[in-house]
């Protein structure tokens, strides 16, 4: 099992930066890779930025790509989305997501993150 803690939502304005950190404990965490998803109300969740167990190999949604950065510390369980030049479109509630394949996942409770204009 692993628990997942999200922080580091908040209220930004346009263009700003957020940089989100999500505390995993529990299975070792080098052994899986993480996500980060998104969701606002009335849409389903979408997949933000996924990285490997290793953190070799990172993934983007078109949406995000050159604005977020996913990292992680595997020294520290912890994995990290750096968001810069924040839009209104990228206000939600984040959650990030410990993937062990087709054995399933784990969900963060959620941070909220809101960039106002």
């Known amino acids: 099992q692993v628990q997942l803690v999200e922080s580091g939502g908040g209220l930004v304005q346009n263009g700003g930066l957020l940089r989100l950190s999500c505390a995993a404990s529990?299975?070792?965490?080098?052994?899986?890779?993480m996500s980060w998803y998104r969701q606002t109300p009335g849409k389903e969740r979408e997949l933000v930025a996924h990285?490997?167990?290793?953190?070799?190999?990172?993934n983007y949604a078109d949406s995000v790509k050159g604005r977020f950065t996913i990292s992680r510390d595997n020294a520290k369980n912890m994995v990290y989305l750096q968001m810069n030049n924040l839009k209104r479109e990228d206000t939600a509630v984040y959650y990030c997501h410990a993937d062990f394949g087709v054995a399933g996942g784990y969900w963060g409770q959620g941070t909220q993150v809101l960039v106002s204009s």
């Open positions: 529990g299975s070792p965490f080098s052994t899986y890779a």
């Open positions: 990285i490997s167990s290793a953190g070799g190999s990172m």
